[in-house]
């Protein structure tokens, strides 16, 4: 453990997570990572009126995995999708106060977890509209 | 907040006694133990006291034991040394799979200098098959190499029966007994041994001070020149506090004390194992202390990573260590957990407890209250495992 190696924020964040758990009847999903790397994230979205009305995550790794996802939520509650989906791994780090460099990876996964999420919701909105 | 220090496999407190034994020789008895005069003497009995008392711990001869800067340089110096030394006999090396890095990188380097390396593979329990080493020894062969007790898993290895074969073959045999030195016995003589890594700052003595025991008759080349010091072996003058201070660690540590943790580590070990999906790594079933090491715990929590069970814990006052890719500064899951064949999502989920002889039950029984709530919020958190 090198826990001299991060920010207050971060530990925070990993300890007091607000954010840990599973939207219900999520409007979009997304996975990314692979349990083999030892980082796997799942960020679930509820959309309303085009703005993240929920988010929520679930992470299976370490530290810095956990406080990214945790922050990438309080980044993104609220936020019009159009702005969501602009929310980069940069925002996460500078979130957090900083990341060690050989986990800025983490910071990477979890905006594109963000992303894929979006992606499922729209995809569903598409398939939505095409069967009316 | 108050520590519960259960990482004593990295290193381990200062025995107060060692400390007082090796201050007068900061302050009163600093002299050199190369000078004639008798400020130089007086740290020159000290060192070979400390050397007598060292060397009689594992059966050997005060002048069989130099003095080193710790387990990385006596590591090199036996590995490399023997190698440069012996090149002429052959240019093969056989180690293993679960070696510490300084060994494993001594190794790799040698190969950059045309020496061939041959790396056994251990079971699941971390053990080396005797039948594996003597298939490895070819006429080329000049030196076999492994870590006795195993820092991370606690394997402790059978070394009369491998230094058997080694004998019988005609090969150098080196132990690296960082981990293992005073918890279990080693005698130079009854195992075979001729190498021999030994250090200090894992059984309550100072850091920055090992020793290295070299059979009477080995030739090895130096790695330091200088001043001749430690039979030519190892220049530099004598760090005498630091090795005051190593040989009173060792007069204090006895076989009590092996007993007291092999109690203690069971204990822990029972009661973790009752948190479900939970299991050891390493041997199991060691009733002595003599197939695994008597301070070593390691476990895997399946769907945790092992960086954030070490986190929650820091955060409760608790040191552990982590065999996880995350924590250490590759991103590659531990080489010996994969060595024993997890699978890397398996590696990543396992914490190392070590204990000490001044670990107290009821530190244990505090770390017991914390882990299972550790492990159930994580794995409430994890996206593997359907909680």
Known sequence: ?132 | MRTIYLDNGATTKIDPKVLEAMQPYMTEKYGNASSTHHKGQEAKIALEDARSLIAKSINAKPEEIIFTSGGTESNNLAIKGLAFANSRKGKHIITTNIEHDCVLNACKWLETQGFKVTNINVDKEGFIDPAKLEKAITKDTILVSMIHGNNEIGTIQDIKSLGEICRRKGVFFHIDACQSYTKTEIDVRKHNLDLVTINSHKIHGPKGVGALYIRKGINITPLAHGGGHEQNLRSGTENVPSIVGFAKAVRIADKGHARQMVKMRDYLIEKVLKIPETYLNGPSGDKNGDRRLCNNANFRFSYVEGEAIGGYLDAKGICSSTGSACSSRSLEPSHVLMAIGLKPEEAHGSLRLTISRFTTKEEVDYVLSVLPGVIKKLRAISSLGGF
């Open chain 1, 1 to 132: 453990m090198q826990h001299g190696q991060y920010t207050k924020k971060v530990l925070d964040y990993f300890k007091n997570p607000k954010h840990a758990g599973d939207v219900k009847n999520a409007s979009g999903v997304g996975q990314v990572g692979n349990p083999v790397c030892g980082d796997m994230m799942k960020i679930s979205i509820a959309v309303k009126d085009d703005r993240i009305s929920d988010i929520r995550f679930k992470t299976f790794g370490c530290v810095a995995a956990i406080g990214s996802t945790e922050a990438l939520c309080r980044i993104a509650k609220g936020k019009k999708l159009a702005d969501a989906k602009k929310i980069t791994s940069k925002d996460i780090a500078k979130e957090l106060g900083g990341l060690p460099g050989i986990k800025m990876h983490c910071s990477v996964l979890g905006a594109d977890g963000l992303k894929k999420a979006i992606d499922d919701y729209e995809k569903k909105q598409r398939g939505k509209k095409t069967r009316k």
